[in-house]
């Protein structure tokens, strides 16, 4: 665990913060980086999920569980933010997808969870893990509740490359003092914990997953032309990495 913070207190934060009207602005496809940098992969990465059991764990207001069943998937979202769960239940009711929304934090899931006991074909958990203090029985609980051989793909901020917008708009350049050690970010939203990118890909060799692929998605030059002037910072995402996509399957 990082710092003094646990799993109920990073909660209680996203849950005070999560606004209405981010998550209406986001209920579609995300924000501009999940659209042009993030969902793009995950959808690669993940393959075919026509008809296909998938859990998306830590899925926000349900956004990518919306996508994931347009796609055919049968999905089961699992997110510990009441104001969350909340509405991305409230968006099930109105497009009925099918998909199940259990209110459960990923740290201390248990096995036998209702429609969130495995197996599951694939585990899907984008941009939690360096939300959550502690993290590794979150990634536990992903990889136990995939089949053998499942598919896990997990995006993660780059730990090289956190804030990275803003440095390149400051500095036209990206700059790092420290990375080796663990440490608390302070956001606008909720407070992110940074590691190095050996303790996320050790936890996953701990657990006996085979790696597949790793993803440093960069943005297409002609979407930052295209945004350029309404995001200030933007071409740091066409030179630099600033989220890190994984992944790997189930022993």
């Not at 496809?29 to 940098?37: E, P, S, T, V």
């Not at 036209?172 to 440490?183: D, K």
């Not at 657990?207 to 297409?220: M, T």
Request: net charge neutral.
């Amino acid at each position: 665990m990082t710092s003094s913070w646990t799993n109920e207190a990073a909660i209680r934060q996203w849950d005070a913060t999560a606004t209405r009207e981010a998550m209406e602005a986001t209920a579609q496809d995300g924000d501009f980086a999940k659209r042009h940098l993030v969902n793009p992969v995950l959808e690669r990465l993940l393959g075919d999920v026509h008809g296909r059991r998938v859990l998306d764990a830590g899925c926000g207001n349900g956004y990518f569980s919306r996508m994931l069943a347009r796609r055919g998937a049968r999905v089961v979202g699992v997110e510990p933010t009441g104001s969350m769960t909340a509405f991305a239940r409230e968006r099930e009711v109105r497009e009925r997808l099918g998909i199940t929304y259990v209110r459960a934090d990923l740290a201390r899931l248990p096995e036998d969870t209702g429609p969130a006991r495995g197996p599951f074909d694939a585990v899907v958990s984008s941009m939690v893990f360096m939300a959550i203090p502690d993290w590794r029985p979150a990634m536990r609980s992903c990889v136990r509740a995939l089949r053998p051989g499942g598919r896990f793909v997990f995006a993660v901020v780059h730990p090289a490359f956190e804030g990275l917008r803003a440095e390149w708009r400051e500095h036209g350049e990206y700059r790092v003092r420290r990375y080796l050690e663990e440490y608390e970010i302070p956001g606008p939203v909720a407070c992110d914990f940074h590691r190095p990118l050996s303790a996320y890909l050790n936890e996953l060799a701990s657990l006996g997953c085979r790696l597949r692929e790793v993803v440093e998605p960069g943005l297409d030059p002609v979407v930052s032309e295209g945004a350029r002037d309404a995001v200030p910072g933007l071409d740091g995402y066409v030179h630099l990495p600033n989220f890190l996509v994984v992944a790997a399957d189930a022993p």
